[in-house]
């Protein structure tokens, strides 16, 4: 590529990467400010107080409602691994009548919004006495058809022979399933798993729904805590969250971005 | 070493038409059995019938004394290799030799030396420790090799192990193959669709046709005295050539492709019960005609195309409308357009019935090959 087109290309990518930053770039510069600073529609802090962030600790039991989405999203994380890859090696390695009409069933409810199924889940929670548990955060979406669906195109791929192999061998299912189909998918395993926890993280309305008091609470009901307990809304303390609540995703996203890609697009073009 | 039999055997994925039927053949233990056919006539579904990992829909298959229809396929007391190895990706050469004897509970210990012989003798040794991904594609077929037999199961059975690697390298599995086979004295059933790897390896040969058994036997005895057109033109290379030919019980010859005439002695020609048959010969036995030839049995050609081998050479021409080949041994500097005056005799021919497709005569007269004892005389 010649310079000019050099220079252009990434002037192109540096401003459109700023459009999408801006708005984080913003909340971070905020969360540093006083609230003077904020009325003034500054972008650059005078100086970098961390006012805002001990505040933010003082005001709310972050700490608590960070160990909460950690558990709960681990737990969500990990049940979904469970669940979607037993459910994916079923329809990919054990033939039964009438397999592919149950997949294109259960694949079917992808085209469910969440949202339609929320009240009728919302009272069996409620029925089992589970509103303010853990178990009322998670349980609801272990069975994950994305995931399912993920996992089978990737066991797709995976030669019969291996299985057939492990069946003269003298292996079981079950000892096929963990000694060789789950260490060799072990990139889709990673992308779902980053997948389901970073969507449990990021949840609002169910935990909203679920919880009522500060036990199992996630941050970011805790986050829409900080900006109603007062007429006036200090911004500085909210983007203060905000930062602390989206380090993990962040962090998250960096280690896990080439597992991720791989993973996601090993599924999209087989 | 066991045993394995099958009576009656047959298949049907839609319980109408059958893929395999009918095949009987008992395979003794310690043989080197070879399924060999073209692609699509049921011979991987027989290996497969036979491992456990395909049904068997009629018949009966016994392993050793035991019936073993409905035995699951680690209960049989076979090793199998696949067309593409089937090594676990993510397990090391050692890891993947010793997968099956983790199953059967045998002590760590065990495992280890029984691994390291198997490894010394495919000369796998210094790469214990890799991952299939590191290997090339021999050492891989090496690595499938030596999971069979490492658990030294009586009977192994192969899925046309070979067709992954390049000629130089087949040739020399094909050899190390045989000599481990009867080292070992395991029984083995290998399926190919290689002619040439059927012919070298095995001790007896089956050949399949549309799921239907043409001929069982020995390799030389199959390439002698082929049971149908179908053997004969598919064992052999260059294949046996085939002619429509009629009987002329008068003037007691066959005309072959309306212009070649072969003179027949009078009492075969009375014995053959039909005129319509076909005619086949094997390349190396059209000869070139001397001075000495008589009148009858010889004719000229034009040559098509010619290939010349350095050892051999290899020509083509028409007879009728098929094109026969024919190979003479050294080198021969034809050209294409070439007259070429050939012989051939009556009793290198092959005959067969025309509607049966079964073989009246099969050639008597085998030049060359000295047989048996006399070679030492």
């Known amino acids: 590529m010649s310079f000019p087109r050099k220079v252009v290309f990434y002037f192109l990518l540096l401003f459109s990467a700023f459009l999408l930053f801006f708005p984080v770039l913003y909340a971070f510069m905020i969360s540093f400010m006083t609230g003077g600073e904020i009325m003034q529609g500054k972008f650059f802090p005078q100086t970098f107080t961390l006012d805002n962030y001990f505040r933010v600790f003082e005001r709310l039991p972050l700490m608590k409602y960070l160990m909460n989405s950690f558990v709960v999203s681990t737990g969500v994380m990990m049940g979904q691994l469970i669940v979607c890859s037993m459910a994916a090696y079923v329809f990919v390695f054990i033939p039964f009548k009438g397999r592919d009409l149950v997949f294109f069933l259960f694949i079917s409810t992808m085209m469910i919004p969440w949202e339609a199924t929320m009240i009728p889940n919302f009272f069996t929670i409620q029925k089992l006495d589970w509103t303010n548990t853990y178990q009322g955060l998670t349980v609801p979406f272990f069975a994950l058809a994305f995931g399912t669906f993920l996992l089978r195109q990737h066991f797709k791929t995976i030669p019969k022979e291996l299985f057939e192999a492990s069946q003269i061998a003298g292996l079981s299912r079950f000892a096929f399933f963990w000694r060789v189909i789950l260490p060799v998918s072990k990139t889709s395993l990673v992308t779902l798993g980053a997948y389901g926890f970073l969507t449990t993280w990021n949840m609002y309305l169910w935990p909203l729904l679920v919880t009522n008091n500060d036990q199992v609470r996630t941050v970011q009901i805790g986050l829409k805590q900080l900006q109603s307990q007062e007429v006036a809304t200090e911004w500085g303390v909210v983007m203060a969250g905000v930062i602390v609540v989206i380090i993990p995703t962040l962090l998250l996203l960096f280690i896990g971005q080439k597992q991720l890609q791989k993973g996601l697009t090993q599924g999209a073009l087989k | ?377």
């Open chain 2, 1 to 377: 070493m066991k045993r394995v039999e099958l009576m009656n055997v047959s298949k049907t994925y839609d319980k109408k038409t059958e893929v395999i039927s009918n095949i009987n053949v008992m395979i003794e233990p310690g043989e080197f059995f070879v399924l060999v056919g073209p692609s699509g006539c049921g011979k991987s579904t027989m290996l497969r019938m036979i491992a456990g990992l395909e049904e068997i829909t009629g018949g009966i298959l016994r392993i050793g004394e035991k019936e073993a229809n409905h035995l699951p396929p680690s209960k049989r007391d076979i090793s199998m290799v696949f067309q593409n190895y089937a090594l676990y990706p993510h397990l090391s050469v050692m890891e993947n030799i010793v997968f099956g004897l983790h199953v059967k509970k045998i002590p760590k210990l065990e495992r280890k030396t029984r691994c390291k012989d198997v490894a010394a003798m495919l000369g796998l040794s210094e790469y214990l420790n890799r991952k299939p991904r590191e290997l090339s594609g021999g050492q891989r077929q090496r690595v499938a090799l030596a999971r069979a037999i490492v658990n030294e199961a009586p009977i192994c059975l192969m899925d046309e192990p070979l067709s992954n690697l390049d000629a130089k390298l087949r040739a020399h599995m094909r050899s190390e193959i045989r000599q481990i086979q009867r080292r070992l004295g395991i029984t083995m059933i290998y399926v190919t669709h290689d002619q040439v790897e059927a012919m070298t390896m095995g001790d007896r040969i089956m050949i399949l046709h549309d799921g239907k058994i043409q001929q069982v036997g020995k390799p030389i005895d199959i390439y002698n005295h082929p049971a149908n057109p179908f053997v004969a033109t598919f064992i052999g290379s260059p294949p046996m050539n085939i002619a429509e030919g009629v009987m002329k019980r008068l003037q007691s010859e066959i005309l072959v492709g309306d212009e070649c005439e072969i003179k027949i002695p009078v009492e075969d020609s009375r014995l053959l019960q039909t005129e319509q048959v076909l005619v086949g010969i094997r390349p190396e036995h059209i000869k070139v005609a001397s001075k000495e030839t008589s009148h009858e049995n010889r004719m000229v050609v034009e040559a098509i195309n010619v290939e010349i081998l350095g050892n051999e050479t290899i020509f083509s021409f028409k007879i009728g409308s098929h094109e026969w080949m024919a190979k003479w041994n050294g080198q021969w500097h034809l050209h294409i357009g070439d007259q070429i005056p050939i012989q051939m005799d009556y009793e290198s021919l092959c005959l067969f019935d025309r509607k049966t497709n079964e073989r009246i005569k099969s050639a008597t007269d085998i030049e060359n090959n000295i047989l048996d004892k006399e070679v030492f005389l």
